[in-house]
Nanobody, 115 residues
Framework: QVQLVESGGGLVRAGGSLRLSCAAS????????MGWYRQAPGKQRDLVAA???????NYADSVKGRFTISRDNAKNTVYLEMNNLKPEDTAVYYC?????????WGQGTQVTVSS
């Protein structure tokens, strides 16, 4: 069973920065697509950023130029660097591991951006 443990959430003022981390328990990390999703109260869970096994990535339009996703396969860890945060970035952020036929979710970490 794959376990994903997120950390790094918190409360920050608008314009500030946070770095989220997600550590995976499985060796399949290096061959998996890793993603960060977020879910605000009353809204659906949406993709924020994804990074593929080869290192390429994509982002939601709302975070392009502000967020950066990266991975360290030696540490089975994926990161989300979030800069110039806005109140609308407030949500629970979830880490996702996708093997191509199965996916796993972390427990989520709260990010709150005050205006």
């Amino acid at each position: 069973q794959v376990q994903l443990v997120e950390s790094g959430g918190g409360l920050v003022r608008a314009g500030g920065s946070l770095r989220l981390s997600c550590a995976a328990s499985a060796s399949i990390f290096s061959i998996s697509t890793m993603g960060w999703y977020r879910q605000a109260p009353g809204k659906q869970r949406d993709l924020v950023a994804a990074i593929f096994r080869g290192g390429s990535s994509n982002y939601a339009d709302s975070v392009k130029g502000r967020f950066t996703i990266s991975r360290d396969n030696a540490k089975n860890t994926v990161y989300l660097e979030m800069n110039n945060l806005k109140p609308e970035d407030t949500a629970v952020y979830y880490c996702n591991l996708y093997t191509g036929f199965r996916q796993y979710w972390g427990q989520g970490t709260q990010v709150t951006v005050s205006s």
